[in-house]
């Protein structure tokens, strides 16, 4: 990594800021639901704190609240969290910037401290100068440990690492390895699993591995799109019409290469998307007043055939309605077979982080991004604007 990193710094008697993403779901009496990124930041939060800081300064965003201050979106629940998984006390601060702010921090007796959400300023998101400056004079130096934002430029992720020597965290050094040597340097045979609703989510990612991949695996609801435009009946299915040319140029675009973008061969279809509807699996062909819901047998048998010689797969969205029991089958047999390869394997986050924990796979997969749109813009191969204002090594 051509950045730096905790391990370049020197944190002794200093004040750290840290950008963490502790955008966490919770429910309605704003318990948290799942705390997998406030346990995936730790291993940075602990070795900072064991290197003799004199503060650690913690700030993140929570759900959008677009500016205001939305109690529903408050930190504090994240601090009560925190404070139960480092075993010491959190301090939580109900701002992040101000006089004030400064103050508590200076006169705290604890040694982590949580910002209230960043957010709640419009100026976090318009990547204010004015903003990131009095974040960055809370202290000397910034570790950006926040991979699912740093697709963002905002001022928390981006803006503040112009005034502090700034460094990637354990997490974002992690990412952007996997993500980095997925794109640039895999281990071949090399394959890509696609899916989840929408070509258009997917189409840079397609155009950016296609020339590297071997074979791009297609399933979820974009696959119709590809389906129609072979010219198959695909029912009342999730179509993109006004990408059907698009989707014919990246068939021809993969012959072309001598690559391969491997479609459903037999579908689950039901009347109306509900979890007790009846089903039944059809051949490559939806019959009229069907819509496809999991991928069947055969195209799980046909995917297998294919992933069972990579070495390394990246994969970034679910192949049917995962959340639903009945058409989940699909998603979970193609993970649990890729969980038992001797093959480098990067889930993309978002849904299918969602459908592998589901499927309590978690622990079988190489690498599973913490961030959804952060990690698709990466194997687009787009520069992150909070990657690339860290300090250079």
């Not at 944190?11 to 919770?26: E, Y």
């Not at 930041?41 to 503060?55: A, D, F, M, R, W």
């Not at 050094?173 to 899916?195: R, S, T």
């Not at 979970?332 to 390869?341: D, P, R, S």
Request: hydrophobic share 45%; proline share 3%; net charge negative.
């Amino acid at each position: 990594m051509a950045k730096l990193t905790v391990k370049d710094l020197d944190f002794k008697g200093k004040t750290v800021l840290m950008r963490a993403d502790f955008n966490v779901p919770q429910d309605a009496a704003l318990n948290i639901t799942d705390d997998t990124r406030i346990r995936a930041t730790l291993p940075t939060i602990k070795y900072i704190l064991e290197q003799g800081v004199k503060k650690l300064v913690l700030m993140s965003h929570l759900g959008r609240p677009d500016g205001k201050v939305v109690a529903k979106y408050s930190l504090k629940p994240v601090a009560a969290r925190l404070e139960e998984l480092l075993g010491q006390d959190v301090l939580f601060l109900n701002d992040c910037i101000g006089e004030n702010i400064k103050k508590e921090i200076a006169a705290a007796k604890e040694k982590v401290i949580l910002l209230e959400n960043l957010r709640f300023h419009a100026e976090e998101e318009a990547n204010d100068a004015g903003f990131a400056k009095q974040l960055a004079g809370l202290a000397d130096v910034f570790v950006n440990d926040a991979f699912g934002t740093a697709h963002r430029a905002h001022a928390s992720t981006e803006e503040v690492a112009h005034y502090l020597k700034s460094a990637a965290g354990f997490l974002l050094e992690k990412e952007i390895q996997y993500l980095g040597n997925a794109v640039q340097n895999p281990q071949k045979p090399f394959m890509v699993i696609l899916g989840g609703a929408k070509v258009s989510d997917k189409i840079g990612m397609i155009e950016n591995l296609l020339p590297k991949a071997d074979a791009i695996i297609v399933g979820g609801g974009m696959a119709y799109t590809f389906l129609k435009a072979q010219g198959k009946a695909i029912g009342n299915s999730k179509l993109e019409k006004d990408k059907l040319d698009l989707a014919k140029s990246l068939l021809e675009k993969a012959k072309s290469l001598g690559k391969e973008i491997v479609l459903p061969v037999d579908n689950v279809v039901v009347e109306t998307i509900d979890a007790n509807a009846e089903f039944q699996v059809v051949g490559e062909e939806v019959p009229e007043g069907k819509i496809a819901v999991d991928i069947g047998p055969e195209t799980i048998k046909l995917f297998e055939d294919k992933l069972k010689s990579a070495k390394t797969i990246v994969w970034n969205g679910p192949l049917g309605i995962f959340e639903m029991d009945a058409f989940s089958k699909g998603t979970e047999e193609v993970a649990e077979f890729i969980a038992g390869l001797k093959a480098v394997t990067i889930i993309g986050g978002g849904d299918t982080a969602a459908a592998i924990a589901k499927f309590k796979l978690e622990n079988k997969m190489t690498h599973i991004s913490t961030g959804g749109g952060a990690s698709l813009e990466y194997l687009e191969g787009k520069t992150l604007p909070g990657v690339a204002a860290l300090s250079d090594k």
